[in-house]
């Protein structure tokens, strides 16, 4: 029989097809109104639909409880556009059984010359196994935590009620003079805030709460606590505020009780961080699909023995405290889809940058 030669076009198409029906990623191919019109192997292992189930059909046969609709405008938003042309994102989809399959989505659209959208293809990768090998080191670090933790909270509440204990004994002495009888209730005043305030820390820290996004100003957040903080003359003594807030910063959705508590911690350390003299600066600013602010002070700076250490739970420098504050700071910013950098020189100061996503309406 007579070999006849195939083009380069040919053999690229006969590639392109064995490679969609073998691969072991999830993939499927549907027309510009989102209806499927082919699946691969790996589509049906995974998800457990027939190719028969599935061609005629909708990406809404894979719908989780989890995919809000706020999700797909974001989706559709940026597969619809004509300089982008593919959304990548991490999303929980459903398998026909009811089973939930994490995954890592892309969606391409697929445009012929003139530009117009011919389909759509779909990739995604199963993360199954690998959220469920983080499940399992989550749940061993847990436990030293939990261990390590116990120690601490008997050790930092003990302290403070050994003097809650002692002073109401002084109180019951009747014969204790005025003078005296003001510093015991002091003491007990002083002991009790900072049993509360360590309790309190404990809890946020082991029990976090669900975000409550709305849509706030973050430049007067930041604005209010540094105010309040350097209104405080006992906490802040003759330290100096620079406050440079970016003008072009508009209110964006993000949890502002929770980012308080972040703004304050870091506001907090870098006061501490001074001693009597030094200037705290508070910038923000906006970035592509990000907001930042950051709080630097004229300290010290950090030993590099610690700074692998700052944001790990009961890692502390200070002769009272818990060694929460950074880490339940950096808690509430992941759970905001963040980060926090640290720049630090030693003898110059340190500076913490918190960036969080900035979703749009």
Known sequence: MEHVPQNSDTILMTVLLAGFRRSNDVMFYSD?????LDINEAFTTHYGFSRDEA???TPAILRSRHSTAELYQRMWRSILDPKKG????ELINRAKDGREIPLILTITAVRDDAGAILGYISNGVNLTDQKALEERVAHAEALATIGEMAAVVAHEIRNPLGSIVMAAQQLADEGLSRDDKDTVTRV???ESKRLNETLTNFLTYAR???LNRGQHDLNALLKEISEMAFVNKELAGDLRLSLALGHDLEPFPFDADQMRQVV???LLNAIQ???ARGTVTVRSGKGAGAAWFSIGDTGPGIPESIRTDLFKPF????????GLGLAIADSIVKAHGGRIDVETRLGHGTTFTVTLLRIED
Request: hydrophobic letters at 30%; a positive charge.
């Open 32 to 36: 510009p109104k989102g209806v499927i």
């Open 55 to 57: 061609i005629g059909k």
């Open 86 to 89: 593919y959304w990548r994102g």
């Open 188 to 190: 007990l005043r002083t």
């Open 208 to 210: 976090p709460r669900p």
């Open 264 to 266: 304050w911690n870091m």
């Open 273 to 275: 961080a001074m001693g």
């Open 315 to 322: 890692r502390t420098t200070k002769q009272k405290g818990t």
